[in-house]
């Protein structure tokens, strides 16, 4: 930990660059989420708090390990196959679908399933329906599909792919490192949806 804590900046950087360069190694996943994860390297300043110093610590533990290094490389792949998906099941989104969609659609996530669970409603109940429903036809819109069935189990697979707490985590202490404005977690919510769809 205290040799972790005096890494010089590049140091800090390569540790984080070889991590996502083995991540997407020989995949062909969607460009931009290497090129963020690549640009969003810890960034320390002349005189970190002790709150940033125990972040860059974590995220350098996080990083080497290896079934966190699984997990985000089954992620990469999993957004690869989606790529070159033509099932009509799901697969990429409809080609118009920016990422400004992608973020309405992750705010509505937030706000209703939050919401939801907050409120401590089952995710299995009748009174869960109307939002799983709402939420499933966002995103059937932003995939250009029909909501049903083999939509639902599909969503709910690329949910069960990609809402991981510690990836969330790893974005949470890149932001304590580099000053950015902290996010809610939202992790929780996704997992709500994704019983609702199993229900």
């Given at each position: 930990m205290y040799d972790l804590a005096r890494l010089g900046a590049e140091q800090r950087r390569s540790i984080v660059t070889d991590f996502v360069d083995e991540v997407f190694d020989g995949l062909d996943a969607e460009p931009g989420i290497a090129a963020r994860m690549r640009a969003a390297t810890p960034e320390l300043p002349d005189d970190p708090t002790t709150e940033?110093?125990?972040?860059?610590?974590?995220?350098?533990?996080?990083?080497?390990d290896e079934g966190f290094r699984r997990r985000i490389r089954a992620?990469?792949?999993?957004?690869?196959?989606d790529r070159g998906a033509d099932d009509g099941g799901g697969g990429a989104p409809a080609p118009g679908a920016g990422r400004d969609a992608h973020g309405r659609a992750a705010a509505a996530v937030?706000?209703?399933?939050?919401?939801a669970l907050a409120a401590g409603i089952d995710p299995s109940s009748?009174?869960?329906?109307p939002v799983v429903d709402e939420l499933a036809a966002v995103f059937?819109?932003?995939?250009?599909r029909s909501d049903g069935p083999q939509f639902r189990a599909w969503l709910a697979d690329a949910i069960e792919a990609f809402a991981d707490r510690r990836a969330e985590r790893y974005w949470t202490l890149l932001a304590i490192m580099n000053g950015w404005p902290r996010r809610p977690p939202s992790t929780p919510a996704w997992e709500w949806l994704l019983a609702g769809l199993r229900a």
């Open positions: 940033q110093i125990e972040a860059w610590i974590e995220l350098a533990e996080l990083v080497r992620m990469a792949q999993r957004s690869a196959e937030a706000e209703r399933a939050g919401a009748d009174e869960a329906r059937a819109q932003l995939h250009e």
